[in-house]
T-cell receptor
Framework: RKEVEQDPGPFNVPEGATVAFNCTYSNSASQSFFWYRQDCRKEPKLLMS???SGNEDGRFTAQLNRASQYISLLIRDSKLSDSATYLC????????????FGAGTRLAVHP | NAGVTQTPKFRVLKTGQSMTLLCAQD?????MYWYRQDPGMGLRLIHYSVGEGTTAKGEVPDGYNVSRLKKQNFLLGLESAAPSQTSVYFCASNDMTHLAGYTFGSGTRLTVV
């Protein structure tokens, strides 16, 4: 079983749509949680951290459910520029900041 | 403000050849990492370093060696390249806080024929 599992997609949505991605993680010792965005043939870039109370950054909302070991990302009012792969990432406890990456969910926003 | 710089960006090797990938960061980060990314598998940790002079194995270390002689540089070596090492390699760095994300380099696309 993968440590971080995501639906690979693709999710094809029209501009203006609301889309949600989910992710599950297997290690209950995970301490920190992130969503990264990766454009085609580019490096991953941090989109937002995910906090237990849930957090919002403009059109993006992230939620964490520790009991179910589940993370979500909601994108409202999708833009063409949101087209990318979204990586769910967890950080394990330990002496160094090791990140475990999901394989990513691909989003394609069309006009 | 370069962040993390990787060289080279592209390389084609023949089976059995060796090469070194260079990663340099100018953010004074303690932690540095080498990942590989293959289709459908996500990024997998090869080796990492928690400070100058230290290295440790990650999830998929076989066939690779690393060195961190200077804090700002983290080198990844392939002694005898194999086709299974065809991949995109990303270097990353961060400071020591759990809440900080990684800063990635732009990647090295390696093909072994």
């Amino acid at each position: 079983r993968k440590e971080v599992e995501q639906d690979p997609g693709p999710f094809n949505v029209p501009e203006g749509a609301t889309v949600a991605f989910n992710c599950t993680y297997s290690n209950s010792a995970s301490q920190s949680f992130f969503w990264y965005r990766q454009d085609c043939r580019k490096e991953p870039k941090l989109l937002m951290s995910v906090y237990s109370s849930g957090n919002e950054d403009g059109r993006f909302t992230a939620q964490l459910n520790r009991a179910s070991q589940y993370i979500s990302l909601l994108i409202r009012d999708s833009k063409l520029s949101d087209s990318a792969t979204y990586l769910c990432v967890v950080s394990l406890s330990g002496g160094y900041n090791k990140l475990i990456f999901g394989a990513g969910t691909r989003l394609a926003v069309h006009p | 403000n370069a962040g993390v710089t990787q060289t080279p960006k592209f390389r084609v090797l023949k089976t059995g050849q060796s090469m070194t990938l260079l990663c340099a960061q100018d953010m004074n980060h303690e932690y540095m990492y080498w990942y590989r990314q293959d289709p459908g598998m996500g990024l997998r940790l090869i080796h990492y370093s928690v400070g100058e002079g230290t290295t440790a194995k990650g999830e998929v270390p076989d066939g690779y060696n690393v060195s961190r002689l200077k804090k700002q540089n983290f080198l990844l070596g392939l002694e005898s390249a194999a086709p299974s090492q065809t991949s995109v390699y990303f270097c990353a760095s961060n400071d020591m806080t759990h809440l900080a994300g990684y800063t990635f380099g732009s990647g090295t696309r390696l093909t072994v024929v």
